[in-house]
């Protein structure tokens, strides 16, 4: 229990630091790479962030591998 309580600590204090550095991720051009696929339309957006999805699995995946080594 104390495993999953602590993941969930990680994963919430991942998403506020996310939250807090926005603004610069911004300017990385996260969200606007290659890959990522947007259809617009008169009054119809789509967005499927498919790489920026992809990147951001592989860096968490990094950093929970390093936390639980």
Known sequence: MAIMSRA?????LVLVL?????PWLVRLGLGRL??????RRE???FY???????I??????LIFWLINR
């Open 8 to 12: 969930l600590i990680a994963i919430g």
């Open 34 to 39: 290659p890959g990522d696929i947007v259809i």
């Open 43 to 45: 009054g119809f957006t």
């Open 48 to 54: 499927a962030p498919i790489t920026t999805g992809l």
């Open 18 to 22: 996310a939250g807090l550095l926005w």
């Open 56 to 61: 951001v699995g592989i860096v968490l995946s």
